[in-house]
């Protein structure tokens, strides 16, 4: 009989060959034949052959394998000095800085002394990397001189889930094809075991953080269960009144995603299924608005880290937060039939529009009153997110301000934006977005796929701040792919008007592009759009939809 509570993983592996050799000891006499490991093809067909890397005691090499993966190593051994376990020290990667410093072990082990066969395949590893380095340390017991290991292969493993890719994105500009690209890539990386923030740190379920995650999913892949999943098993860790990752924004973004998440993928059976928790959630959250109209949240206020501590901003970003969910609320309970809380959470979302505080010059807290309604889309955006706007941009929120400025139509500020913030990473040698980032940070610095350079700033050791300081910071963070959303949603002007795309808004914005083309994925089916300026500054549109999707032209 079959143990159904046995974990069935349905993700695949691909192995990968290195591309090429970025470092090997300098004393080349302690390392030879390592270009035997770019070749493709098994090497130990026989077991004396000697086509393998050799390494001596202080030998060592590092590998670039093209681009972030997830995974770990195959390694497959030859003959060694002592005719039994060899010792090899081996260290995984984002950058070849970190790769060649002492990576942190926290959250996924990166730096370890393994033990290989004579003869033999060992795999290993289970995090985020693009590097991999080994050296070959003493053998205990034996003289340094007699030590010698032989790795006939060191193919990367990567894991992850075997997706099409049904949404697409093409136009003028390679720049934002490219960031179009690896934002896509970056979140279906951290689309594991379920949707998590990171592949290196923070391999968990943080919702505030999926929610753009969650965006550039639907812009990208039919549902294959790793939202849902990972919804359902936040929800049932943190049983009302617990607040979501002890945060009690977190539980506003459960709600706020739950109706994105029904208006591109229109499942009601699931739904249905969240009806119990939905309205606890939303009778629990009645509580936290004061006769005034202010949210008074409790223990858990935050809304991202650069904001961690300013209360006044955290205050003005949750009551923004707070109207958004009880709007998302109201929708979900007219779905789901309970009228009585769909009134309650409308009236509820009047009465904190009657408070508005004050954000300063907060990017963040002020692109959430905009979403929200609470101040001018315009006189936000004019006064603050086109003020200094490649200033105190996070990855995470950088979202937002996306969409904030996009409220008011400032497409072309949007555009420049994202080439240049999401594309400074691009420049630095990144395949993946960063958990953080800041244009600053490029002054004088080496890229993360050159050697440290002495005299120069490094850009993944010398940066970061709060929980992601130096080689603790991720290099490949979910929350920073909102970019690819962003551009499905304004660019191509994909906007569902009902559950499943049924109906489907077509508004596309091209701002200073002179064409874009792309896709949709939906429950019916793929939509294709085609867009081109005209000389008088219209937008031409052809659009192919299933059959059982009402388009609307905008």
Not at 26 to 48: D, F, I, R, T, Y
Not at 198 to 205: A, H, P, S
Not at 423 to 433: D, K, L, P, Q, V
Not at 458 to 473: A, E, F, T
């Amino acid at each position: 009989m079959i143990n159904n509570s046995i974990y069935s993983d349905t993700r695949v592996r691909k192995h990968i060959l290195p591309k090429q050799i970025v470092w090997q000891n300098e004393n080349h006499s302690l390392q030879k034949n390592c270009e035997s490991l770019l070749n493709e093809g098994v090497n130990n067909a026989s077991p004396w052959s000697a086509k393998g890397c050799i390494l001596k005691t202080g030998g060592g090499i590092c590998l670039d394998y093209g681009k972030e993966i997830h995974g770990g190593m195959k390694i497959i051994s030859g003959n060694n000095s002592i005719r039994e376990l060899s010792k090899i020290r081996i260290r995984f990667g984002e950058s070849i800085s970190e790769v060649m410093n002492e990576p942190d072990n926290e959250h996924a082990v990166h730096d370890s002394i393994i033990d290989i066969p004579w003869h033999g395949t060992v795999k290993f590893g289970n995090t985020g990397f693009r590097y991999v380095r080994i050296d070959m340390p003493e053998q205990e017991g034996n003289a340094p001189e007699n030590s010698i290991v032989e790795i006939k292969e060191l193919r990367a493993v990567a894991v992850y889930r075997d997706l099409e890719y049904k949404g697409s994105f093409e136009c003028n500009d390679e720049k934002l094809n490219e960031i179009w690209e690896v934002g896509a890539y970056t979140v279906h990386l951290n689309m594991q075991d379920y949707v998590w923030d990171g592949i290196k740190r923070d391999r968990l379920v943080w919702l505030g953080d999926m929610h753009p995650e969650v965006k550039v999913i639907c812009s990208l892949f039919d549902d294959d269960g790793v939202v849902p999943g990972s919804l359902d098993y936040a929800k049932n860790q943190t049983p009302v009144p617990n607040w979501i990752n002890g945060i009690s924004s977190y539980s506003l973004w459960w709600i706020i995603i739950q109706k994105d998440w029904y208006l591109y993928k229109g499942n009601l059976d699931y739904l249905k299924e969240q009806e119990e928790y939905l309205l606890s959630l939303l009778d629990l959250l009645q509580n936290y608005v004061d006769n005034s109209g202010a949210e008074i949240l409790p223990e858990g206020r935050f809304l991202d880290w650069p904001t961690k501590g300013n209360d006044k901003v955290i205050h003005a970003g949750l009551q923004a937060l707070l109207i958004w969910a009880f709007d998302s609320g109201a929708f979900l309970c007219d779905i789901i039939n309970e009228k009585n809380v769909a009134e309650k959470c409308r009236e509820t979302v009047e009465k904190l529009k009657q408070h508005n505080p004050d954000a300063g010059e907060n990017k963040q807290a002020n692109a959430l009153k905009s979403l929200a309604g609470l101040d001018n889309p315009q006189k936000i955006n004019d006064e603050v997110l086109a003020v200094n706007p490649y200033d105190d941009v996070s990855t995470f929120y950088g979202y937002y301000v996306l969409e904030a400025r996009a409220k008011a139509g400032d497409y072309k500020g949007t555009l420049d934006l994202i080439r240049k913030y999401w594309g400074g990473m691009i420049e630095m040698g990144a395949t993946t977005f960063w958990e953080d980032f800041d244009l600053k940070w490029m002054e004088n610095a080496t890229r993360i796929n050159e050697l440290p350079e002495k005299g120069k700033k490094d850009i993944h050791k010398d940066y970061g701040n709060y929980c992601y300081k130096g080689l603790r910071h991720s290099l490949c963070h979910g929350w920073a792919g909102g970019p690819t959303a962003w551009l499905s949603e304004h660019i191509l002007g994909f906007k569902p008007l009902a559950p499943g795309c049924k109906k489907l808004l077509i508004d596309p914005h091209l701002g200073d592009l002179d064409w874009a083309e792309g896709t949709l994925p939906t429950p019916y089916g793929v939509v294709t759009v085609s867009h081109k300026k005209m000389e008088n500054g219209k937008v031409e549109t052809e659009v192919q939809a299933p059959q059982q999707i009402e388009i609307v032209n905008a």
